[in-house]
């Protein structure tokens, strides 16, 4: 076997024995899963050993994949570890259930809709999920009492619908399990219509049902609006105080004054070449570099700003027009501090003005 092949085969099992997935595995999910749905497709009989090839090939790689990584742990003394883990749970189903199904004589186009599982192993790398994770244990308390409610008006309305309904409509309302699928039906607004009441009274509690499930319904979806812009308004928090305490002016700063400059300040991700400033237009915010560069298109020169400098000031400081244009170089990360909230913040902290007014002078007479 020639050196290059080795080399790649090496990096290649060095990519799999990671917990993350690799670009070879979403094309093995994504391959599987299809292959699956063609395989109970009937008018793909033709192609069926082509299917059946497909996955096949699927299943070694995830049995592969899923040894590499169990020999990785091995050595690293984490094997427990990985295995009691849900990556490692789902690495073993994604590997062990088809074999499994096929051994114990499961017919074989049944074995292999158990390869639907292998979709589990794109979860781990999806970030919304793990803000959602986030979001549902700090709100499982308001969470967990509207389900108490949810289960508490389907059981009241379905013991209602039963003493109300059962002599009209024995066959559809003659127990209190078989009113419970009634209840659930119109709490969720579903409305299939199999099961309807007919009574006066019956139809007057389907109502209160009715506003009760969109009521319901209507708590979940706030309590997990207000959980997800919570984690949101943190994790942009975080994100802009790292920034903030890059740039040397807000470096010496203490952290409640570094919060306070967070709180004031905005974000903006820009890509390379973006015209940040015009010239001549009106200015009422300056800039300060949190990653990246700039460049000053000043007469007779061009002047790069890089990360830890600002510009925009002397639109702050008394003269409004911008006086050059400003682009980015790279990709940048600028924060944006707004004409309100600079007045605020140079009365709270009168050293870092004396700072920027200096730099700003240093700066005018380099310009002329």
Not at 120 to 147: A, D, N
Not at 245 to 254: C, D, I
């Amino acid at each position: 076997m020639s050196k290059p092949l080795i080399s790649a085969l090496a990096q290649f099992a060095a990519a799999t024995a990671g917990r993350n997935m690799t670009k070879t595995a979403y094309v093995a999910v994504g391959v599987g899963v299809l292959s699956m749905v063609l395989l109970t497709d009937n008018r793909a009989n033709e192609a069926r050993g082509w299917v059946n090839g497909l996955l096949w090939v699927c299943l070694v790689y995830f049995v592969f994949e899923w040894l590499i990584r169990l020999r990785h742990m091995a050595r690293q003394g984490r094997l427990s570890l990985y295995m009691s883990s849900s990556a490692g749970i789902v690495d073993a189903i994604g590997a062990l259930a088809v074999p499994l199904a096929l051994v114990l004589g499961v017919e074989p186009t049944t074995a292999w809709l158990l390869s639907v599982l292998w979709v589990l192993k794109v979860v781990p790398g999806i970030p919304g999920l793990r803000q959602l994770r986030r979001v549902l244990v700090l709100e499982s308390g308001p969470l967990v009492s509207v389900l108490v409610i949810f289960l508490m008006v389907i059981f009241l309305a379905s013991v209602a619908e039963y003493f109300l309904e059962r002599d009209v409509q024995p066959q559809t309302f003659g127990s209190v399990p078989a009113a419970l699928w009634w209840a659930v039906v119109t709490l969720t607004t579903t409305g299939y219509g199999d099961v309807v009441p007919v009574t006066p009274l019956g139809r007057l509690v389907a109502a209160l049902v009715m506003i009760s499930g969109l009521g319901v319904f209507g708590l979940w979806t706030g309590i997990l609006a207000t959980g997800f812009a919570a984690e949101t308004r943190r994790d942009n928090f975080l994100k802009t105080w790292e920034s903030v305490s890059k740039v040397p002016f807000f470096a010496a700063l203490g952290p409640a004054a570094i919060a306070d400059v967070t709180h004031m300040l905005r974000t903006m991700e820009l890509p390379a070449r973006t015209l940040v400033i015009r010239k001549g237009t009106q200015g009422d915010c300056m800039y300060f570099i949190a990653a990246g560069e700039v460049e000053v298109d000043l007469p007779g020169k061009k002047v790069q700003l890089g990360e830890g400098a600002f510009f925009g000031e002397m639109a702050l400081l008394g003269n409004n027009k911008r006086g050059a244009n400003v682009s980015t170089t790279k990709v940048s990360r600028l924060l944006v501090l707004d004409l309100v909230d600079f007045r605020v913040l140079m009365a709270r902290h009168p050293d870092l003005a004396e700072t920027i007014d200096a730099e700003a002078k240093r700066r005018a007479l380099e310009n002329k």
